[in-house]
């Protein structure tokens, strides 16, 4: 299993930029699909989108309804990297993202789950101020 590490959240204002990262260790990696999920307190945990992988390419590449048109995925296999980058934030986007990880073929993109996902990442805390 690849291990999972988020990095680039913090506190910034409504309409400002931020990019996530996802390195993962391990050589699994090349197989790996990464999902990103995000869960602001007292709430679920919410599906926001997956860069899905399987031989050597992308093959689906998906943002959910709220996020999509602001935020998009992108991968970079010579750095083991999975990139979320979030435009026009909004404060009702804060909340802790973690990325995912899983080398299983994903079939139902539009409704990804947790369960659909072996590695996790400790999460990053996006703060939104408005």
């Known amino acids: 299993q690849a291990q999972l590490v988020e990095s680039g959240g913090g506190l910034v204002q409504a309409g400002d930029s931020l990019r996530l990262s996802c390195a993962a260790s391990?050589?699994?990696?090349?197989?790996?699909?990464i999902g990103w999920f995000r869960q602001a307190p007292g709430k679920e945990r919410e599906y926001v989108g997956v860069?899905?992988?399987?031989?050597?390419?992308?093959?689906?590449?998906y943002i959910a309804d709220p996020m999509k048109g602001r935020f998009t995925i992108s991968r970079d296999n010579a750095k083991n990297t999975v990139y979320l980058q979030m435009n026009t934030l909004k404060p009702e986007d804060t909340a802790v993202y973690y990325c995912?990880?899983?080398?299983?073929?994903?079939?139902?993109?539009?409704?990804?789950?947790?369960?659909?996902?072996?590695?996790w990442g400790q999460g990053t805390q996006v703060t939104v101020s408005s």
């Open positions: 995912a990880g899983t080398d299983t073929f994903l079939q139902s993109i539009l409704t990804l789950k947790a369960a659909d996902f072996r590695s």
């Open positions: 391990g050589r699994t990696f090349s197989n790996y699909s």
């Open positions: 860069n899905a992988w399987r031989g050597g390419r992308t093959y689906s590449l």
